[in-house]
């Protein structure tokens, strides 16, 4: 079943805020980024999924967090993936000369505040199978509180 990662691979982000798992054949690489953590399918290309944690230093309600995305970003609309209500939006990007294709979803729990995002080369027809997968990994995010 796409999105179910029963014999996937338990990842802990490195100060322990969260844990997710992650696909068979899906690898954790370093993107130089110190704040996200960054994912892809090590046999078949599909993509590039990053989570970046925020601390909410303004303590906003994370409601009202999401309701600021979707009034920010055009196009934006509230959807639900497991326990978390996410602003999820998508974009259309060039880079050297390529098209990339990048989905966001922003959410959070408590003080923590999470933008995962997805960006492909692959069109519409491919990309619904790889977007349930990885809407299948941030279902699968456990929040971990985490002593300041």
Known sequence: ???????????????????????PLWEEYDDGDELTDAFYNSRNWTGSFRVTKFKNENSIDIKEFINKELEDIQGARLIKIGEYECAYSQSMTHDNGEELN???????????????????????????KVIAQVEGIIKSMVINPVTP
């Open 102 to 128: 990048s989905f966001f979803w922003s959410f959070g729990k408590g003080k923590d505040i999470f933008i995962c995002s997805f960006t492909t080369d692959h069109q519409d027809k491919e990309n619904k």
């Open 1 to 23: 079943m796409v999105g179910c990662h029963k014999n996937g691979t338990q990842f802990t982000a490195k100060d322990g805020s969260y844990t997710l798992t992650l696909p």
